[in-house]
T-cell receptor
Framework: QQQVKQSPQSLIVQKGGISIINCAYE??????FPWYQQFPGKGPALLIA?????SEKKEGRFTISFNKSAKQFSLHIMDSQPGDSATYFC????????????FGAGTQVVVTP | DTGVSQDPRHKITKRGQNVTFRCDPI?????LYWYRQTLGQGPEFLTY????????KSRLLSDRFSAERPKGSFSTLEIQRTEQGDSAMYLC?????????????FGQGTRLTVV
């Protein structure tokens, strides 16, 4: 049973556009929500993370929006660049089992020139 | 390089053979995790250690799988009597859990192909 559902499966965006990826979770005990970026042949790398006490977090061109009541969170990539072409995974974990993540299925983002 | 190191990067084995993978975490990290990732899917949690103690094992980890972390440093993941369904990328990650938690850093993985 997938505890974190991610959509869309893939996304094509033009350079300079906005990429939006959505995730939903069921387990209300989750209290840490990271996004990971993965390039082919590499391990996932942390991009940005949020805790449920805030509704939004921004780091550079990347923003997480968090809706605790709806149990949803999303990643916005502003001014998308070809170098952003990668697979993005949302994840969730509980502080007590730090690092034990439930990952979404991933979104393959392609940024066209 | 002070990141998480995994060895080998690629392994091709015949069905029924045993394989062992190694993970060297970031030196000051006390937690070490193993994940499995199949093509087009997100990583799935297998097991994790705090120092040398194995704290949790996923139901995905059948009796053919065993993981160890002697002395709380490097870890090994062994798969006995490999099956074609074991073909996947095996990822290791490490973090520090304590008075201040660090993010989990992933290694580049070991890609296993069972033929």
């Amino acid at each position: 049973q997938q505890q974190v559902k991610q959509s869309p499966q893939s996304l094509i965006v033009q350079k300079g556009g906005i990429s939006i990826i959505n995730c939903a979770y069921e387990n209300t005990a989750f209290d840490y929500f990271p996004w990971y970026q993965q390039f082919p042949g590499k391990g996932p790398a942390l991009l940005i993370a949020i805790r449920p006490d805030v509704s939004e977090k921004k780091e550079g061109r990347f923003t997480i929006s968090f809706n605790k009541s709806a149990k949803q969170f999303s990643l916005h990539i502003m001014d998308s660049q070809p170098g952003d072409s990668a697979t993005y995974f949302c994840a969730a974990s509980e502080t007590d089992s730090w690092g034990k993540f439930q990952f979404g299925a991933g979104t393959q983002v392609v940024v066209t020139p | 390089d002070t990141g998480v190191s995994q060895d080998p990067r690629h392994k091709i084995t015949k069905r029924g053979q045993n394989v062992t993978f190694r993970c060297d975490p970031i030196s000051e990290h006390n937690r070490l995790y193993w994940y499995r990732q199949t093509l087009g899917q997100g990583p799935e949690f297998l097991t994790y250690f705090q120092n040398e103690a194995q704290l949790e094992k996923s139901r995905l980890l059948s009796d053919r799988f065993s993981a160890e972390r002697p002395k709380g440093s490097f870890s090994t993941l062994e798969i006995q009597r490999t099956e074609q369904g074991d073909s996947a990328m095996y990822l290791c990650a490490s973090s520090y859990r304590g008075y201040m938690n660090t993010e989990a850093f992933f290694g580049q993985g070991t890609r296993l192909t069972v033929v």
